[in-house]
């Protein structure tokens, strides 16, 4: 199974527990495979620069290099038109269309306001891994 997290999934995965850690976990161990973008990427280094001075005892650096090396990269072209309210959310659809991704993972109600668009399901940590990692565990 492949699915594209949002930034602030894969980043509460690295930095707290709980079903963003889990849904991370089940990557690792190559239960499911994690579809990235440059441009989501490039969030995610960002924002756990930013994070970095909150929580200076946790360093994200292993997990992004990690997820540079080991993830599915997908050219992800900005999409024709402008899907979610706000705008820097579609790199997350662009990705999910360009890598024929159905599943993204996120608790942004922007995301999740435009759940179904092309055939691509936005779901909530939780649901998740509720729907797809419970039973293997």
């Not at 989501?40 to 756990?48: D, F």
């Not at 909150?54 to 900005?78: G, N, S, Y």
């Not at 360009?98 to 942004?108: E, L, N, P, Y």
Request: proline share 6%; hydrophobic share 45%; with cysteine.
């Amino acid at each position: 199974m492949r699915a594209i997290l949002d930034t602030n999934v894969f980043l509460s995965g690295v930095f707290f527990t709980g079903p963003p850690y889990r849904i991370l976990k089940a990557w690792k161990e190559g239960t499911i495979q994690l579809v990235i973008s440059r441009e989501i990427l490039g969030e995610y280094q960002r924002v756990a620069e930013e994070l970095a001075g909150q929580f200076p005892e946790i360093d994200a650096r292993p997990m992004l290099t990690l997820v540079a090396v080991k993830a599915e990269l997908f050219p992800a072209p900005r999409l024709a038109e402008r899907v979610c309210s706000d705008p820097d959310d579609d790199k997350f659809l662009a990705c999910a269309v360009a890598s024929r991704t159905k599943i993204v993972v996120s608790g942004d109600k922007h995301l999740l306001a435009v759940s179904g668009f092309r055939g691509i399901k936005v779901v909530k940590p939780r649901q998740f891994v509720d729907e797809h990692l419970s039973n293997l565990a």
